[in-house]
């Protein structure tokens, strides 16, 4: 089958690869229907490591199960379904918690040897425990806001949801990629009624005003700071950091209410982030991390299928598998904000 | 009167300085009774930066009301009271939050023109909003436990508090300096059923688990890390990091369970902190900050009063105010825990 590789920064090739075939007895194989590029592979792909040539992309996919092992008992042939992110096992302690990043038999695809999800097949290791079947059918018309489920939108939620946004909450959304757009999106769902999106990308901070902000700020790091003090003297309560660059981090400390919350799902792209003595002496807390859609998919699916919200509207492109290396090069340019694939 | 006096590192002073005089209507001149030194403050001791110089020491004190401005409504003469570490109108968003340390109108004792408590006497702002009446006489036994309650106490109970230590809650305290070991008995207090102290100090360390430590691990780093995961396997829910240095952030970090919490109350000895992939991927929360005390003296107090708890038992040595300099030395070779000044 085929399959996105990476082979180097900059360098996603489409390749031949072997049929995934079931390996453990709660393994699933998914015929894959449509898949994304995801901003947060981008420092992947723009700085490969090497240790990672040959690794597998992507990591949202939509596909309908083809083969299931012997021991899979909530799955058929034929089941439309859902991943999130990354595979979990759903019974260990912390999925039970909710925290199923953090289960200790899952993975992350595309790492090791787990296939990504642009590709035309897929092996999904406990399958009973990841995966999700979807109530609609495969040429619906909400496939796209269903895939925003796997990362995205669950991220964008897991963002406002640990930094506690609330109706009584100021919010301010660091970045105007898909996940802060998604983060605009789950501050309003959860009633904020003052919403600040910082980003400088005009069609996206648009999506951004329809998604819920009342307020666009184009300006970065100190003048950003400084424009959003204009509007709430104090800073907001609650900070949604969706970049994941040091600078994106110190901007959103900067803008954060004494008292308030940082929460950050984009992956730090540094090992080391200014939490030095103003962090501390406003007491403010840092919260997030990668974001368990596992955990969300079901809660947050009713609003997509009834018609409340529709993150797919974060797709500005379609594009087809043998695209994907254009679709990594396009939205690394920022001439796309996220590539959705159908295969 | 006589105050100590920073003049470089490692060199404070008792000096002669002007007696405190009402500057405002709504500040007390307080005569000390008792003071403190703080660990927080070695760093400073330690490594003086030039622009300090001249300032004045200390920041725990109790003493009695000597003259009082025009517009002071709830204090008069001869009433004992308590300081909290930073002073506090009381009365702005931040306080009426319970956040006093980032009052609009505040500030901490010693820097700047604030008198240190170090001293014998003492200017207050604010003073209805700072000073808290304590019910008993200026002989009472119970002095250095109350006086526990300006800094080291409140902190303890800050950081468990805002690290949501409860029964179900595991915890590891990483420090065994004064408010490391208020920490235990503040986890204690707070119905925690398993509490790791890590200190390296025998005779702190023993008091540590009169308070209430379950387990003492002497080994820092790496080793430390793994003796903690030998006890509790997937790291303790909760962390309170009592020290205040990248090391002791970076062990707390290696403590901490998938989805737990850092609580970090030591004032940072860095400004840069590993808050990268680990943290992140992880979903640990980073809470905690300057301890706003004001807030907690009050509720605190009574447990004092009727010797459920004893946080004075952290002063392991009584010493007069000409013997605040060799105090600071003492407590820089770790000679002391903590000393207590009785003006």
Chains 1, 2 share one sequence.
């Not at 939509?62 to 759903?90: A, F, H, M």
């Not at 951004?208 to 307020?215: E, I, L, P, Q």
């Amino acid at each position: 089958m085929r399959a996105a590789v990476i082979h180097g920064s900059g360098d996603v090739r489409i390749d031949n690869v072997p049929d995934p075939k079931i390996r453990d007895a709660t393994d699933v194989i998914v015929r894959v229907l449509c898949s994304a590029i995801c901003g947060g592979d981008l420092p992947r792909y723009l700085s490969m490591p090497t240790e990672q040539a040959g690794g597998r992309m992507g990591h949202e996919f939509i596909g309908t199960v083809e083969d299931v092992g012997t021991d899979v008992v909530r799955l058929k042939p034929g089941d439309l379904v859902i991943s999130p992110s990354t595979w979990c096992d759903n019974t260990c302690e912390f999925c039970a918690e909710g925290l199923h990043t953090s289960c200790s038999r899952g993975g992350v695809w595309g790492y090791g040897d787990a296939d990504g999800a642009q590709g035309e097949a897929f092996r999904v290791p406990f399958a009973d425990g990841t995966l999700i079947k979807l109530p609609v059918p495969v040429d619906s018309a909400l496939l796209p806001s269903l895939l925003t489920l796997a990362d995205v939108f669950s991220t964008g939620h897991h963002c406002a949801l640990v930094a506690g946004v609330t109706r009584d909450t100021s919010v301010t959304v660091i970045g105007d990629g898909a996940v802060g757009l998604c983060a605009v999106l789950e501050a309003k769902r959860l009633g904020a009624q003052k919403i600040i999106l910082m980003g400088r990308h005009r069609d996206r901070t648009d999506l951004g005003r329809t998604f819920g902000a009342d307020w666009v700020i184009p300006e970065r790091g100190v003048a950003g700071v400084t424009r959003v003090r204009d509007i709430v003297v104090s800073g907001t309560d609650t900070v949604l950091e969706c970049v994941g660059t040091k600078r994106a981090l110190a901007t959103a400390i900067g803008v954060a209410r004494a008292g308030g919350t940082v929460s950050r799902v984009g992956m730090p792209q540094y090992s080391e982030g200014p939490i030095g003595e103003d962090l501390w002496f406003r007491n403010i807390a840092l919260v997030g991390g990668v974001a368990p859609a596992r955990a969300y998919i079901e809660e947050l699916m009713p609003d997509i299928l009834d018609g409340t919200v529709d993150p797919g509207r974060v797709f500005d492109s379609t594009i087809t598998l043998d695209e994907v290396p254009a679709g990594y090069s396009e939205m690394a340019s920022r001439q796309v904000l996220k590539a959705f694939v159908r295969l």
